[in-house]
């Protein structure tokens, strides 16, 4: 087969600032992963609190030049690779203006003392790529005196409140496949990876508070991400499993309405999709089997724009021309009439809810550690909806759905979606979805993606 140019290897990568402290406890965290993964630390260098703290080896603490920096591009296979684009240490969205590389070449880390993240579409059927930054290793060294200009103080406040301590894993599985998820730390040095968290040398098994999962969609889930994602919850065992679209509402949608033979005929009348009862049935099988890998967990069901696709099938009255549903759905407008939710009241009608299961109301918070789960995605302030920017304006610290893709901005998570990248209503369009969850663990939020059917090397 000849010479393997990328073998099976893991790294984990931060970054430094020139004349800055190293965060000691947070290395040492790091010190005591690589050995558990045996992984390789790589950390990539940036100027200080300004352009004359150049990231020359000498204006570098020790610690740091012990493991050593890294000057240069690196390939890590051919999916995926680390990226020197210099960036400002002050630049308040460090992926701004480098989109076009990221579809041009491969996904790419670079630092930043900011974790941030965002995928980019290349292709009308291929994973999309990622821009991805690293956080900090360093203590914060911005200009906030009153010896710089007023300017220099105002971009120096804000980068040091946006300070990360963190770094990004990737275990190389081989040329072309990898999996990424990021770590990020508290000031003590204290992070959490795939249900352990990382004290100095201390290392315990811990529960994560959250797991959201990215928008499920009962009867169109694809079959390794979703055997994955049930393996995840089995695993680590989530206090609170956070669903998002479970119910996908085909069967009552008002897109099929409007492609009679693409979607209604092709894609419902001919696949057996457009029976109500059917759809609540599977999703109560569905509950039932996700309840018990959950074990003594709660799940919460987000009120969505897919679960009012039946509520909106009610309003409309569509029922009484509907043949297939008209009975049951005689039975959901009756209790829609009384404010209850359709879709719930479905479930229980044909098959049953589990007793740790609550469907939220559009008016519920579900707030852990102040990241708002509560809503979907689909909505904020007057109705509107809009890109990560808009989330974080409406809701401040939160992990949503609804857009199918992973994204971090700051304290704004967005998690992925469960469906095929291929499936039928975005067949031909740019593909941007990822198949990625959330877990809130007591330091910090971690996303984990799924690729290929697998979450970890």
């Keep these: 087969m000849g010479d393997v140019k990328h073998k099976k290897k893991t790294y984990v990568i931060t970054s430094a600032q020139a004349l800055a402290k190293p965060n000691d406890q947070f290395l040492d965290s790091l010190e005591s992963y690589i050995d558990k993964m045996h992984a390789e630390l790589i950390i990539l260098p940036m ?6 703290e150049d990231y020359v080896p000498e204006n570098f603490h020790e610690r740091i030049l012990e493991y050593g920096l890294l000057y240069e591009r690196k390939p890590l296979n051919e999916n995926i690779g680390i990226e020197q684009f210099n960036v400002r240490p002050y630049q308040i969205d460090p992926i701004t203006g480098l989109q076009r590389f990221a579809q041009r070449e491969r996904s790419l880390i670079f630092a930043s003392p900011k974790q941030r993240w965002k995928y980019i579409p290349h292709s009308n059927s291929k994973m999309p790529k990622a821009l991805i930054t690293t956080g900090s290793s360093t203590e914060p060294n911005y200009a906030t005196g009153d010896d710089v200009s007023a300017e220099r103080r105002r971009l120096g406040n804000i980068a040091l409140r946006d300070h990360e301590y963190g ?10 496949k990898y999996h990424w998820r990021n770590l990020v730390s508290q000031k003590n040095g204290k992070f959490s990876d795939l249900g352990v968290e990382y004290d100095g040398r201390k290392l315990r098994d811990v529960r994560p508070l959250a797991m959201v999962c990215g928008d499920w969609h009962t009867g169109y889930t694809d079959r390794k991400v979703r055997k994955a994602t ?19 509402g085909y069967s009552v949608s008002h897109h099929m309405q409007k492609q009679f033979i693409y979607q ?3 894609e419902g009348a001919d696949k057996g ?3 109500l009862e059917q759809e609540l049935l599977l999703c109560g099988k569905e509950l039932e089997i996700i309840a018990n890998k959950v074990g003594n967990g709660q799940i919460y069901i987000i009120q969505s724009n897919h679960l009012e696709f039946l509520n909106r099938y009610l309003d409309e009255g569509r029922f009484i021309k509907d043949p297939i549903n008209a009975r049951i759905a005689f039975k959901m407008a009756s209790a829609y009439a009384d404010g209850k939710n359709p879709v719930e009241e479905g479930i229980k009608y044909v098959y049953g809810v ?3 299961v609550t469907f939220l109301t559009r008016w519920d918070d579900l707030k852990i550690r102040g990241y708002q789960l509560g809503n979907h995605g689909d909505t904020g302030p007057n109705g509107g909806r809009g890109n990560i920017t808009s989330k974080e304006n409406d809701f401040g610290k939160s992990i949503t759905g609804h857009v199918h893709k992973s994204e971090k901005l700051r304290q704004t998570f967005t998690v992925g979606t469960m469906i095929p990248f291929d499936i039928f209503y975005i067949r031909g369009n740019p593909v941007a979805w990822t198949h990625s969850h959330a877990f809130i663990y007591p330091t910090s939020v971690q996303m984990v993606n799924i690729i290929d059917g697998e979450y970890k090397r």
């Design 167 to 176: 770094a990004i894993v990737v275990e190389v599985i081989n040329e072309k």
């Design 230 to 248: 049930l393996d995840m919850i089995a695993e680590y065992e989530p206090e609170r499993l956070i669903l998002h679209d479970f119910f996908d």
């Design 47 to 52: 100027i200080g609190s300004s352009a004359s």
């Design 264 to 266: 209604l005929i092709r």
């Design 354 to 356: 589990p007793v740790n």
């Design 273 to 275: 999709n457009l029976s």
